[in-house]
């Protein structure tokens, strides 16, 4: 799998799960972003990363995820 369409399915799943996180209280999201973190970590790791730069990758794919649901959020607002 190339680089590119690993990261366009990549971006096409955070949306997705970014749009059923806004619908989730904020107390049941820790749990959603743990799964989003160990999926992207493998991702990464799968596409040649490092496993400590694949970390990094996830925990800001994680941060990107959680910057979605409030832009999704403040959408609702």
Known sequence: MSVE????QLLRMLHRRALNL???PDD??????DRIRRSCC???E???QSPDNAAITANSM???TR???????ARHE
């Not at 049941?28 to 972003?33: A, G, I, Q």
């Open 5 to 8: 369409t690993a990261l366009a």
């Open 62 to 64: 994680v941060e990107f």
């Open 22 to 24: 806004a619908s989730l």
């Open 28 to 33: 049941e999201r820790d749990p959603h972003y």
């Open 42 to 44: 493998g991702a990464a």
């Open 67 to 73: 910057a979605m649901v409030g832009i999704i959020e």
């Open 46 to 48: 799968h596409i040649g």
